[in-house]
């Protein structure tokens, strides 16, 4: 191997380390180098178990620690947006819901703005901000610790105050979505959150960009067959979409004509 293909392969492999997942074209842009070369480079570094290969992109085999808040806040921002849009189209008027801490679920927030009388339950300090202009809206912020790298409210105060809640709407995020349908995540207290906002809302909502596929944080959240309809930029994978199918889940695949 020259030391030019070596000193390239370090790079899309730091890169993918250093951001959990990377697209293939923004590794063209950050090498210099074609789409193809990038995509001929990653089949061959996923052979040899140094990473994972997606359609699109790559992946780090298992990331120990979620990616940088304000790295997450710009990743995929535009397929984030989308995805918050159409699930906010899903949420009428005068409806009360639960929303967790996640850039996706922000974005589902901003989406939300020109909704009237939402009575909402947030562990999320930026989503409470972003909903604040929302007419005749109604906030509840969770007690617990405030954690200022990204804006969550967490621990058991957390959890304790969404169980005193019944709503009509949860909307969650996550951090990964095994191959088994497991949702995945990498903070405890984040996911005592979660399960308690899915025991106790009517309708629960997902929404995951494809990078969360085959994504294997290692603390458990639940299995995706616990929820109602899933929003997503890219059809899942077979598997994945053989789960939602025998559970009755709705997949809404925003950017292409595939929704069922």
Known sequence: MSNALERRRRHILRLVNQHGYVASEELARELG??????????????GQGLLARHHGGASSLSPAENIAYSDRQILHLQEKEAIGREAAKAIPDGASLFINIGTTTEAFARSLRTHRTLRV?????????????????????????????DGGIVGPAAAAMIEQYRADFGVIGISGIDADGTLLDFDADEINAAQAIMRNARTVFLLADHTKFLRRPMARVGHISQINAFFTDQMPPPGIRAILREHDVDLHVIGTQECS
């Open 121 to 149: 339950i947030t562990n999320n300090i930026h989503v409470a901000t972003l909903l604040a202009p929302a007419p005749e809206c109604s906030l509840i912020i969770t007690g617990g610790s405030v954690r200022l790298r």
């Open 33 to 46: 180098v074609t789409v193809q070369t990038v995509r001929r480079d990653v089949n061959i570094m996923a």
